[in-house]
Antibody, heavy 125, light 107 residues
Framework: EVQLLESGGALVQPGGSLRLSCSAS????????IHWVRQAPGKGLEYVSA????????YYADSMKGRFTISRDNSKNTLHLQMGSLRADDTALYYC??????????????????WGQGTLVTVSS | DIQMTQSPSSVSASVGDRVTITCRAS??????LAWYQQKPGKAPKLQIY???SLQSGVPSRFSGSGSGTDFTLTISSLQPEDFATYYC?????????FGGGTEVEIK
């Protein structure tokens, strides 16, 4: 059974940093692109970032560029999202999401077939 | 970024009703569209991909159609477990973008 378990969410002050993690199991983690998608409380879904299967290529939505860094450790089946210069509008539930295709590179189409339960990041003073 | 517009934002329906949700892309995305179901407090769940392909395990009362810029999700006979919010997502270009969601409520 595919499982994605996020952790690391917390209350952080504006301008602060936080590192999210996602532990994966039930599939060959090193073969798949993994994404982060977030959802502000009571709002819709917003794409955050992606990383290729071998970790060599990373991609970010414009509002996250320069502030967030995605990485992965295939030896530990773990994904990370280092978040910096956090703002109030980064407050959201952050989901770790598996890409549906086994290409391993970040290329369309981008379908998300498994989602974790999310970890909550709250940015507030 | 490609903008995705869903309508209606909410719909009230009864068990057994046929429900249709529409999604429009701001540019041609071919058939690269997915639909997700999200229940309160839960993560989204992939229902349909490539506009009309049913994800494994999803009941056949769900169907999708469309190509280019206009797409629909249809639930042929609404069941109690189908009351949820549905999102469309374009899968054609980076970054993936989502519609604003359609809440299917009990009438």
């Amino acid at each position: 059974e595919v499982q994605l378990l996020e952790s690391g969410g917390a209350l952080v002050q504006p301008g602060g940093s936080l590192r999210l993690s996602c532990s994966a199991s039930g599939f060959t983690f090193s073969s798949y692109v993994i994404h982060w998608v977030r959802q502000a409380p009571g709002k819709g879904l917003e794409y955050v970032s992606a990383i290729s299967s071998n970790g060599d290529s990373t991609y970010y939505a414009d509002s996250m560029k320069g502030r967030f860094t995605i990485s992965r450790d295939n030896s530990k089946n773990t994904l990370h999202l280092q978040m910096g210069s956090l703002r109030a509008d980064d407050t959201a539930l952050y989901y770790c999401v598996k890409d549906s295709t086994i290409f391993g590179v970040v290329t369309p189409p981008y379908y998300f077939d498994y989602w974790g339960q999310g970890t909550l990041v709250t940015v507030s003073s | 970024d490609i903008q995705m517009t869903q309508s209606p934002s909410s719909v009230s329906a009864s068990v057994g009703d046929r429900v249709t949700i529409t999604c429009r892309a701001s540019q041609d995305i071919s058939n690269r569209l997915a639909w997700y179901q999200q229940k309160p407090g839960k993560a989204p769940k992939l229902q349909i991909y490539a506009a009309s392909s049913l994800q494994s395990g999803v009941p056949s009362r769900f169907s999708g159609s469309g190509s280019g810029t206009d797409f629909t999700l249809t639930i042929s006979s609404l069941q109690p477990e189908d009351f949820a919010t549905y999102y469309c997502q374009q899968a054609d270009s980076f970054p993936a973008t989502f519609g604003g969601g359609t809440e299917v409520e009990i009438k």
